[in-house]
């Protein structure tokens, strides 16, 4: 397709990724942030081979595996030391691994390349809503101002996103009861040469874990990220109780945790987040598209928010270079990302209560059925899969190697790196 005025909102995963696909095809692309000095919000997270798979399409895998930690799988115990979860990628195929990456250097990686492909970045302009036109559409920012008009108008603002009112129905909007704390540590010496995320449970009211993320912005040393799942509405009595009776807790739950524990020394280092099951009718209405949580949210148990919204970005700039309209463009868009995104809205809603609930049941079914089912290798082969990010329905699944066959010729050294 011809060149294309394209503006992106949001400069999060999805509209920096998207930002940075669609400028490398040529369109021309601007960029609105409502924040003066654009930002990543959050600890870390964990990336997937689908999502790794995009990051090489923009050549930037190879920093970010550099930066970040490879993951080779979930060790999931309860308190009492029975094992729930023992999921490695490499049960699936050799090449492929996670990634813990804090979200300062995914974002950095995103940003720098959106600079250097010279997309013009309106920061402090928040975009209150967009306005079709004949033949284009325009945003408006909340001082009222217009910009455009675009061919195409990109929404990346995630979760909170204000383009939709009026031009898709939303479908599912429901808050999570429970949502988790997060900090950013340092990596212990004893716990260097961990590569698991590693889960700890009691019941379904209590998940403490850890994930290694790599180096940090400050490109100096190994970070971990901790978190600790907590009810929305037990946040405000978490920090009236103070540090030393959660630190008691946790030590209780998990004693081999001191060492990341022992690093939190006010409450301010750990951040509470919130979580929705987010899902529109639609994913995109006249010359516009919903990219990343804009387009839909699920839980973060799975760890597919932001690898969905590489995917997403990947995923537009494809079919926008093969379609005939704009339009046409979307619908293809929509249609090629509903079934993966389908299935995570629905596997994420369907096992969020076996971690983060107040369920006595799903607790009893986990810690008995799922220990089983990971030892039937075929469940155990569609679990790894779940996890890196390909399932696409209950009987089908994409390959990461579809974007790029970079890893399939690298598999992970003894020491777990990409040799
Ligand atoms: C606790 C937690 C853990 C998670 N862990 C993982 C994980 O391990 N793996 C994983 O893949 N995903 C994870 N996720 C999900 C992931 O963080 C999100 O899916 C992802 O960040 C969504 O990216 P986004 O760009 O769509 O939205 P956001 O990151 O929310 O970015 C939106 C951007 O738009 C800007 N914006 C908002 N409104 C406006 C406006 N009106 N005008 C202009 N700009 C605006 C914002 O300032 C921001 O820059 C986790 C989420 C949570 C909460």
């Not at 409502?34 to 895998?61: K, N, S, V, W, Y």
């Not at 029975?82 to 995914?106: E, W």
């Not at 596997?347 to 799922?370: I, K």
Request: proline share 6%; with cysteine.
């Amino acid at each position: 397709m011809a060149p294309l005025r394209i503006a992106v909102a949001g400069a999060g995963t999805a509209g920096l990724a998207a930002a940075a696909f669609l400028a490398r095809d040529g369109h021309d692309v601007r960029l609105f942030e409502r924040f003066a000095e654009p930002r990543p919000i959050g600890a870390g997270l964990m990336l997937q081979p689908t999502g790794l798979a995009c990051l090489a399409l923009l050549d930037l895998d190879e920093r970010a595996i550099e930066r970040g930690c490879i993951v080779s799988g979930i060790d999931g115990r309860t308190v009492r030391g029975a094992r729930i979860f023992d999921v490695s990628y490499g049960d699936l195929a050799p090449h492929l691994f996670g990634l813990g990456i804090h979200r300062g250097v995914l974002f950095g990686l995103l940003y720098d390349e959106v600079r250097r492909l010279s997309v013009p970045i309106a920061a402090a302009t928040e975009i209150s809503h967009s306005r079709p036109l004949p033949g284009g559409r325009v945003l408006v920012d909340a001082a009222d101002k217009e910009h455009g008009p675009f061919d195409l108008v990109v929404d990346g603002t995630g979760q909170r996103s204000p383009l939709r009112a009026g031009e898709v129905r939303v479908r599912v909007d429901r808050p999570y009861p429970y949502g988790a704390l997060w900090g950013i540590v340092d990596m212990p010496d004893t716990w260097a040469h961990t590569q698991k995320l590693a889960q700890v449970y009691d019941g379904c009211h209590l998940m403490v874990g850890v994930l290694p993320v790599g180096r940090g912005p400050d490109n100096a040393r190994p970070l971990a990220a901790l978190f600790w799942s907590l009810r929305v509405r037990d946040h405000e009595a978490w920090q009236q109780a103070g540090l030393a009776d959660w630190k008691a807790r946790v030590l209780a739950a998990w004693p081999e945790a001191a060492a990341f524990v022992v690093q939190i020394r006010n409450l301010e280092q750990m951040t509470f987040a919130s979580y929705a099951d987010v899902v529109l009718q639609e994913r995109h209405a006249d010359r516009l598209v919903f990219v990343g949580d804009s387009g839909r949210v699920t839980s973060p148990q799975l760890g597919q928010g932001a690898n969905m919204a590489l995917i997403d970005a990947a995923m537009l700039s494809a079919c926008l270079r093969d379609a005939l309209s704009v339009n046409a463009a979307l619908a293809d868009y929509a249609e090629r990302r509903r079934a993966h995104t389908r299935f995570y809205s629905l596997a994420s809603r369907w096992l969020t209560p076996f971690f983060q609930s107040d369920s006595r049941l799903a607790a009893l079914v986990r810690d008995a059925a799922f220990p089983i089912a990971g030892r039937v290798p075929y469940v155990q082969r569609e679990m790894v899969r779940t996890l890196a990010g390909m399932k696409t329905g209950l009987f089908s699944h994409l390959d990461p190697g579809i974007w790029h066959a970079r890893y399939a010729l690298r598999p992970l050294s003894a020491a777990g790196g990409p040799t």
